[in-house]
Structures are given as structure tokens and as C-alpha cells.
């Protein structure tokens, strides 16, 4: 048996070529039999399809054609955040010199648990966190897998510098900060009623005023459901006013930093101690490209673990970085790379372009829905999230439409639970996506709506699901499913 070749080393590039023509191959069919933004069918169909093609996962002898094989039969079946009629989650489409980027980190695969692994990665990786912290006002950062690893940082860090503090954070607040209570045994926390959908000062104040012990408070800047930003300023100093530890989870919102005309939604992020920052988010990585940046870089001392084969003391003496204070994770590949290249190639002025197009295009949309009869808004957008819903509907029929299209192949929409309603949300974040793309998507929700309300009259179609009328003008790559 031949040895397979490496992805790596003086015959790397060699071996890679043809199977990088063999993988960007399977994309296109596989995106061409998808034909929408994702697959149509629902989970039973998809998952037959993915066990066809995979038949045998171990198999006794190799099969050459596997992984153009494969690789279509996961874009035939993914849900594809670059197709402007996929938007229900905080899930961007990567910019094609960050996966460029990630692709030379996989075959590099440097890992930065020490540096005689990771050399230049390591050095990569402190100097571009630290700029990235000096942007949030912080000292220093982390890279993490996300917003939900990052808040558990924060956790931590607080719980070792105040032991047995209390979260307080608002019912707007993301779930992986009470998650991370529970986890690292912290005191149950005192959740905020957010009626109006961010964390009220006044109540806040009142919740400080009357709890007892080190209290550390979760703020959110950019929340899950509709992108709303707590009151930064207020809360910051509610904080410093009663003593209390700050965290902002700004993995959505935090994105806006890079935004001339929207950094000033973020005042008060720098008053934190602990920052979230997701770049898969407003950043354009691919998964995962998280931070968390600190405040007082001391705080990171807690973190400090020995292990001698890869950080003994007499070569830290001997001046070898220490790497696995930067971290909870070991093995730990060099995320840094992807970011470092984007932010080098756009700079602060691409990116802040990017984000403005995305928030503009939320206003856009806003505006569209506002006015049209059919539709309710919401609220306007404070970042690229808009909440719609069919005017008068109940939510029995709003969260059907919202299924219907997802099994149809049609629209990825998400939902939210606001104001004692639900809504569908469009989470904006494809600088490609036109207005009228959403149009459609206007269009596609209403005609799916009609058909959801018709009443069935004849067996069959009791027995089948209702065909939809496709809008004439289906943006350019859309084709009936």
C-alpha cells in the first residue's frame, strides 16, 4: 500500500493542488443541486441522502472518490449562509481571503499549547490580540472558540478574583452565561426581567443596592433575538457606583468597533472588565474566531498551568514563551491566522465598510416591512436584526410558515419570542444580499402564509404538503426546488 501523501512539508503543495481542484469542484455541484439556501426536504430527507453517500463509514478498503464524494454531499446539504434568503442566525458567510487563510493553518497545523509547535504562530497570535484589545479599550486578550467559551472565561476570571460572586445579567442575556454559573458552581443567578428587551438601569440599581456579596453583572451589547444593546454607560457606572465586576458579552454588537459611523453604540465597553468578542459574527470568519479581551491583564495570571513537557520552568527561565496560561484548551490551532490576514488585507476602514452595508441593509429591510400592509416591524434595527411577523397572525401560523419554508428548501428564517409574540427574524449579515433578495423573502413568507391558512379540500391534499407559487423574480441563482 502506497503511503498517503502529507499536507505539509516540500511535496505538500504538490499533493494539495489537484485535491483542492477535486474539493472546489464538489462545492460548485453541490451547491448546484442544493439550489437555494438549503436543502429541501426536511431532517428525514437530508439524512437519507447523507447515509447514502456515506454507506459504510469505516469501510475494510478505501474508496479514492470519497472526498469529492462527500464534500458535495455536504453542500448539497448544508444551509448556506451565503445565500441572501439564509438569514435566521448570527452565522456569516466567511470572506474567501479568511478561509484562504484557515486553509494554511490546517495544513501548517501548528498547535499553541508551546512554542517549539507553534513559533510563529504563537508570536502571531500576542501581537494581534493585543491590538485587538487596545480597540476594545482592554490590555489584553484570548482567543477563543466563541462567545459561549469566552463568557466562561469571564466567569472564571471573576470567580477567582472575587470568590463566591453572584451573576446578575438580564433575561436578555445570552444562555451561556447562567450555563457557565451552573458550571463553575457559582451562586444562582439573579436574572433581570428585560420587558423592553435590554437591562433597565433603575432595576438594576435597585438589584445592586439590595444583594449582598461580590456581584459581577452581565451586560450584552448586540442580544440574540433582535440585536439589542444594553445601556453601557448607565450600567458601567452602576458598577463602579456599587463595587461590582462588569462583563459585556458584545460577541454580536462588538463587530461595530471597526464601524466609523456605529463604534458609538459601544461607549462604555471599555469600562468593562471582561469584553466577548466574536469575529465569526461581525468579522466574516470562519467558526471559530472568539476573544475575550480583559481589562487588567493580571487577571490572566489565574490561569497559569504547568505541565513539563511543555512548559518547564527552566526553559521559561530560559526565555521560552509560556503558552498554556493563554488558554483552558491544550491543543489549540492558530485561529489567529484567518483574522490576522482580514484584518490586514481590509483594514479598519474595509471592515467598518462591511459593517455599515449590513446595518444599512437592516434599515432598508425595516423600512420595507414598515411599509408594507401585509407586515408588522417590530422595532427598527439596532445592528442587522429585523423582527417582522404577517400582520394579524397567530403564532401557531407564524411558526409554521417559518417551518414550512425550511423544509421547502426556500428561506432559512429564524424566530423570537418578544413582547408575548413571536416573530421571524432576519439576521443580516451577507454584504452580497440585495433589497431585493429580501423582497423575495417578503414575498416567499407571504405566499407561505396563504397556503398554511388554506384549508385542505380533497384527501390528497390533506395528505400532501401545499405547493407554493414561486415569485417571478427569484434573485439571480435561485431555481424552483
Known sequence: MTTPPLASGP????????????????????????????PAGGPEAVAAQVRDTLGEALPAEGEPDALHRLVRALAAGTADPADPLCAAHLHTPPLAVAAAADLAASVLNPSLDSWDQAPAASALEALVTRALAEEAGAADALV??????????????????????????????????????????????VVIPTPAGTLDPAT????????????????????????????????????????ARLHIDAAYGGGLLFSDRHRARLDGLARAHTITLDLHKLGWQPAAAGLLAVRDA??????????????????????????????LRTTRRPDILKIAVTLKTLGRTGLGALVDQVCALAQE???????????????????????????????????????????????????AQLDGRLWLKATLLNPHTQPGDLT??????????????????????LAAPPELAVPAELPEGHTPT
Open 298 to 327: 493580571p487577571d490572566l495570571a489565574v490561569l497559569e498551568h504547568r505541565a513539563d513537557y511543555l512548559n518547564a520552568d527552566d526553559d521559561t527561565a530560559a526565555g521560552l514563551p509560556d503558552l498554556l496560561g493563554r488558554s
Open 365 to 415: 429591510f425595516a423600512a420595507t416591512v414598515e411599509a408594507h400592509p401585509g407586515f408588522e416591524l417590530h422595532d427598527r434595527p439596532t445592528i442587522s436584526t429585523v423582527l417582522f411577523r404577517p400582520t394579524g397572525a397567530s403564532d401557531d401560523t407564524v411558526a409554521a410558515v417559518r417551518r414550512r419554508l425550511l423544509h421547502d428548501g426556500r428561506a432559512v428564517i429564524g424566530r
Open 11 to 38: 511535496r505538500g503543495p504538490g499533493a494539495l493542488r489537484p485535491l483542492l481542484d477535486t474539493v472546489l469542484d464538489a462545492l460548485r455541484e453541490g451547491t448546484e443541486a442544493r439550489g437555494g439556501p438549503l
Open 440 to 461: 423575495t423573502l417578503l414575498k416567499l413568507v407571504e405566499a407561505t402564509e396563504l397556503a398554511e391558512l388554506a384549508p385542505p379540500t380533497t384527501p390528497a391534499e
Open 144 to 189: 477563543t472558540t466563541g462567545g459561549t467559551e469566552s463568557n466562561h472565561l469571564a466567569l472564571l476570571l471573576a470567580r477567582e478574583a472575587h470568590p463566591g460572586v453572584r451573576l446578575i445579567c438580564g433575561a436578555n442575556a445570552h444562555h451561556s452565561l447562567p450555563r457557565a454559573a451552573w458550571l463553575l458552581g457559582l451562586p444562582e443567578p
Open 204 to 243: 438594576l440599581d435597585d438589584a445592586l443596592t439590595h444583594l449582598q456579596g461580590p456581584l459581577l453583572v452581565a451586560a450584552t451589547a448586540g442580544t440574540t433575538d433582535a440585536g439589542l444593546i444594553d445601556p453601557l454607560p448607565e450600567i458601567a457606572a452602576l458598577c463602579e457606583t456599587h463595587g
